[in-house]
């Protein structure tokens, strides 16, 4: 069996804490048995380690977070980068390419989909391991995973399963895509179950759908057409259109973490960071990612959470509000992460006509590099705050360390290999962000030096 794991959302959600470069998965807040906290993925990721299932598993993001998802999932699980956001059915299709061309799955192999941002118990993914016997003691086309409703809620799917359950799962009769309240509660009398977002399906059943959609069978050929594509749903045109689908149903715990409020209900602790909470503010919570305390006082209820992206003061039952209140402002990440470390911009302000001054705290993990660029416009200067490593500029390799400051001009290629801990003050001015402008993100350090060689030669 293949699990895909899809990572998808605009990080609006759980803002100021989640981004667009770094969604609801990526915030390290939730307790970790270990000690200390852990995110969302990387909780996913440690579970399906104890069940044995990391070495069947790839993850699908979005290209832009694909750095951060390897580094949270500490590089065990392949990630696969999508060029656009297409739909879970896209995504789909491109982890069903990938497979066949890459590992070989042959028309039999069973593949899961889960959404990446699953919150449940330790028992959830070995359940994984029952879909593909599911699948074919049922003759089902497609199985899936359901979890007992705790309240009538209009935010899930429900599915509704029909006669007798058979060594653990049931036939399924139909589903039913965020009901209103109502008829939430007569489905609830009905039996009916949570739909968790899991599929199992043979290879060959999602053949037999690429080509019905009139999609290029072949993985490369599918990139080339990714951003003329459609958004296309795996439950509206796969999930709800299947002729027998079965479901196993969940008993342990399972819950959507979308919005503050839940979120708050997982926390063992109602302040994070600096600050404090007194007075009769019963049920509040600080979550405060920035050097300066956060103080409530006699205000029960709330949510107060800072990062350099901003600040939110919300009554948690309405927090989520956040997201239709940011709509679509073009809301540029102010802090953002990657294999090699993470960044956070202190400040960005326009002087002159056209002309941008951009205030960067940098940090480069010990090992770790940041890829070869090719600097095309404006002028870099570096500061090095703490640590010490090697800074590539233009085929010259500098030892530096603590003090040390450096310009990195226009036409310039450049990199840096931290050998401790780095903290970097980079001040831009007039720089023009251009993905393009990375021309070796993930390569070995020699690698880098002999490429940058060839690039000045």
Not at 74 to 89: A, D, H, L, N, S
Not at 97 to 105: C, I, K, N, P, V
Not at 309 to 333: C, S, V
Not at 335 to 355: D, F, H, P, Q
Request: negative net charge.
């Amino acid at each position: 069996m293949h699990i895909v794991l899809l990572c998808g959302g605009s990080g609006k959600r759980l803002w100021p804490l989640s981004n667009e470069l770094r969604s609801k998965l990526f915030i390290d807040i939730l307790p970790s048995p270990a000690g200390g906290r852990e995110s969302m993925i990387s909780r996913v990721c440690r579970q399906l380690d104890s069940s044995s299932l990391t070495d069947s598993t790839l993850i699908i993001s979005h290209q832009d977070q694909a750095n951060i998802t390897a580094r949270h999932t500490q590089g065990k699980i392949p990630v696969i980068g999508e060029p656009y956001k297409r739909g879970t059915f896209t995504a789909a299709a491109l982890a069903t390419l990938y497979l066949q061309s890459f590992r070989m799955a042959k028309d039999d192999d069973v593949i899961c989909i889960a959404p990446a941002d699953v919150f449940a118990g330790e028992d959830f993914f070995s359940n994984f391991q029952l879909l593909p016997d599911i699948l074919k003691h049922s003759q089902a086309e497609i199985a899936l995973i359901g979890t007992r409703p705790t309240h009538a809620s209009e935010q899930y799917g429900y599915i509704l399963p029909g006669g007798e359950e058979r060594n653990a799962y049931a036939p399924i009769t139909q589903f039913i895509e965020k009901p209103k309240a109502t008829i939430a509660e007569t489905l609830l009398q009905r039996g009916a179950l949570w739909n968790c977002g899991v599929y199992a399906f043979t290879v060959e059943f999602m053949m037999s759908h690429i080509e019905q959609m009139g999609l290029p069978v072949n993985y490369e050929q599918l990139l080339a057409l990714y951003e003329q594509l459609p958004e296309r749903s795996f439950d509206k045109h796969v999930a709800e259109k299947a002729q027998r689908a079965a479901v196993l149903p969940y008993t342990g715990v399972w819950q959507d973490i979308g919005s503050w409020d839940t979120l708050c209900a997982q926390l063992d602790t109602h302040v994070i960071g600096h600050g404090g909470i007194s007075g009769s503010s019963s049920d509040s919570y600080i979550i405060n990612e920035l050097p300066y305390p956060i103080q409530v006082i006699g205000v029960p209820g709330i949510i107060a959470a800072a990062s350099p992206d901003g600040i939110l003061i919300a009554n948690k039952n309405n927090a989520n509000e956040i997201k239709a209140q940011l709509g679509n402002l073009p809301l540029k990440p102010m802090y953002g992460e990657a294999t090699w470390g993470s960044y956070r911009v202190i400040e960005s302000s326009l002087e002159g006509e056209n002309r941008t001054v951009t205030t960067l705290n940098i940090t480069v993990l010990p090992g770790k590099h940041i890829g070869l660029n090719w600097h095309r416009s404006g002028c870099r200067a570096w500061t090095v705050l703490a640590g010490s490593g090697q800074v590539l500029v233009n085929g010259k390799v500098m030892q530096v360390s603590m003090g040390n400051q450096f310009a990195i001009t226009k036409e310039s290629l450049f990199s840096i290999l931290a050998e401790t801990r780095m903290v970097i003050l980079e001040v831009r001015i007039g720089v023009t962000e251009d993905k393009e402008n990375i021309l070796f993100e993930e390569e070995d350090w020699n690698v880098i030096l002999k490429s940058a060689g060839s690039f000045n030669a």
